[in-house]
């Protein structure tokens, strides 16, 4: 019997090593405590970087046939992120596929802008990070919401 493997997974995976590699304190890897998408106690990925910050970062990609519910996704489990106990110096973030900032951004448009934001600042959501082949890059939630127009 084989596994599936899951497009978050598959997303999880290169963006950790992407992070090994970098050379930036708040964002390399000094302590990995998960990344892995069906963890039930933790979020997809979670770890300290080098500067002291726990970061919790939410993954969703749109490489599936459930892309359209992945975008109501982001909301709940961010949701869900802020009850655990036990975090400190800890920033939320989302991790998505570099190539599909679009389809969330248009995705998004459904919901009024000012509530996209004030959910952001709820949160908060500190950066989303995209990944792809070529290494990480982050983006604001505003940022996110308005790339549809770029």
Request: proline residues 3%.
């Amino acid at each position: 019997m084989t596994t599936r493997r899951s497009p978050e997974q598959s997303l999880i995976d290169l963006f950790v090593e992407h992070l090994r590699k970098s050379t930036d304190p708040r964002i390399s890897i000094k302590s990995l405590l998960n990344k892995n998408c069906r963890s039930k106690k933790l979020s997809d990925v979670e770890y300290i970087s080098q500067d002291g910050t726990h970061w919790v970062i939410e993954a969703k990609s749109d490489d599936s046939g459930d892309k359209h519910n992945t975008v109501h996704k982001i909301f709940g489990e961010l949701l869900k992120e802020t009850g655990r106990d036990k975090r400190h110096n800890n920033r939320y973030s989302v991790l998505i596929p570099e190539a599909s900032v679009a389809f969330y951004s248009r995705a998004f448009q459904a919901i009024h802008r000012d509530k996209f934001l004030a959910f952001g600042a709820l949160i908060p959501v500190d950066s989303v990070f995209l990944c792809g082949s070529d290494g990480i890059r982050t983006i604001s939630w505003a940022d996110l919401y308005e790339s549809h127009k770029v």
